[in-house]
């Protein structure tokens, strides 16, 4: 069984809209991570968490937000998406040495 | 190499052939994590290899680490075609729970 689930794991959305994209970890770990891979790019490190309530800044924070709810769900919140936001997204759970990532989100802002 | 904004890389061989990947860092880490990330999927971890060690090996990868040069590399052995996938590697950053990932290796084994 999955223990790092994401959803939708497609969204088209239009220019000015808004877009949460949820991710839920059955790891019990404390770290969740949300990243943006591009195409011939690595994967960069938008926002992450250490625990319910907790929020750290990465290195592509601009346009986006996030919430830990839980220990268990980690969201990504886009409230004015833009073209340039069109990207895979993948959420991933740390216990602090290997990261388990989910099977991401396609999202394409028309 | 992989590492920051550099494009992704890519290596195409045949089945059988060994095969090299490399990694160069630019700040201090504690650990490299080598990463594989299939087609269509998230990636996974396969090799992690510490700063007090040297070379680590798993089944046909073998790591290497030179945090002098601050390089690792990855290396696989008689790569078969289940191999094809894009490599990463990665560091850490604030004691270990933030990690950068370099700009990945896309390897295409040919039967």
């Known amino acids: 069984e999955a223990a790092v689930t994401q959803s939708p794991r497609n969204k088209v959305t239009v220019t000015g809209g808004n877009v949460t994209l949820s991710c839920r970890q059955t790891?019990?770990?404390?770290?969740m991570y949300w990243y943006r891979q591009d195409t011939g790019h690595g994967l960069r490190l938008i926002h992450y968490s250490y625990g319910a309530g907790n929020l750290q800044i990465g290195d592509v924070p601009d346009g986006y937000k996030a919430t830990r709810t839980t220990q268990e769900d980690f969201f990504l919140l886009l409230e004015l998406a833009s073209p340039s936001q069109t990207s895979l997204y993948f959420c991933?759970?740390?216990?602090?040495?290997?990261?388990?990532f989910g099977p991401g989100t396609r999202l394409t802002v028309l | 190499s992989q590492w920051g904004e550099e494009n992704l890389q890519a290596l195409s061989i045949q089945e059988g052939e060994d095969v090299t990947m490399n990694c160069s860092y630019k700040t201090y880490t504690t650990v490299v994590h080598w990463y594989r990330q299939d087609s269509g999927r998230g990636p996974a971890l396969i090799i992690l290899?510490?700063?007090?060690?040297r070379e680590k090996r798993s089944g046909r990868l073998r790591a290497t680490l030179d945090t002098s040069s601050q390089s690792s590399s990855l290396s696989i052995t008689a790569a078969q075609c289940e191999d094809t996938a894009v490599y990463f590697c990665a560091t850490d950053r604030a004691g270990g729970y933030k990690v950068v990932f370099g700009s990945g290796t896309r390897l295409l084994v040919s039967p």
């Open positions: 991933a759970s740390s216990d602090g040495v290997e990261q388990y």
């Open positions: 290899i510490r700063s007090n060690e």
């Open positions: 790891n019990s770990h404390n770290y």
